[in-house]
């Protein structure tokens, strides 16, 4: 019978330790659960402070685009009103006294002359003369530089002008080609 005692103890012992761990986990999980409903709270919290904080400033800035809108449609009322204003005054009126008249600034006086000469396969050639060369000395660079090309003629795209051989003596600057022009080189026909 002792034997027995000492087992029913045993085991009795065992119950209600197996039972105290069975509370204890039982009550973490509840402490768990109630930290875990305390921190949702918090970020729903959370949440929705955001929210309302960026509906109060949706709100401000539709206000502040409305007031923006408010004012420039203000402003173009203003100004339809003064320009009808300004028409329906006599001509007299609305004309300012005319300025003091500028002198024109006198024309520039280039000493360089830049042209870029096209050849007929397309190719520029980009070279600077002094504005006093003539046109021949043109012709003769383009000769030197191509020696394919001996027989040929020179013209403007805009305005449109072909250069005759006895416009070789008059300078760049009389031609009208400074300070920079384009000079198309086509081959001439025999």
């Known amino acids: ?3 027995y005692f000492f087992f029913d103890k045993a085991v009795v012992s065992t119950q209600s330790t197996g039972e105290k761990d069975k509370q204890d986990a039982i009550l973490k999980e509840k402490i768990r659960r109630k930290e875990g409903q305390s921190l949702a709270e918090m970020k729903e919290k959370l949440e929705a402070d955001a929210m309302k904080k960026l509906a109060e400033e949706r709100k401000k800035q539709k206000l502040a685009d409305q007031q923006a809108k408010k ?4 402003k173009i009322k203003q100004d339809k009103a003064n320009r009808s204003a300004a028409k329906n005054k006599p001509a007299e009126q609305v004309a300012a006294p005319a300025p003091a008249a500028v002198p024109a600034a006198p024309p520039k006086d280039y000493d360089e002359c830049r042209l870029q000469l096209r050849l007929p396969t397309g190719q520029p050639i980009v070279n600077s003369f ?3 060369d003539t046109l021949g000395d043109v012709v003769a660079f383009i000769r ?8 040929f003629s020179l013209m403007t795209s805009f305005p449109r002008k072909v250069y005759q051989a006895s416009d070789f003596g008059f ?10 022009s384009v ?3 086509s081959l001439s026909k025999n």
């Not at 030197?144 to 027989?151: G, I, N």
């Not at 300078?171 to 300070?179: A, I």
């Open 171 to 180: 300078s760049l600057k009389s031609l009208g080609l400074c300070p920079s």
């Open 144 to 151: 030197d530089t191509s020696s394919e090309l001996q027989e």
């Open 71 to 74: 004012e420039i449609l203000e």
């Open 183 to 185: 000079l198309i080189v």
């Open 130 to 132: 002094k504005a006093e």
């Open 1 to 3: 019978n002792a034997e």
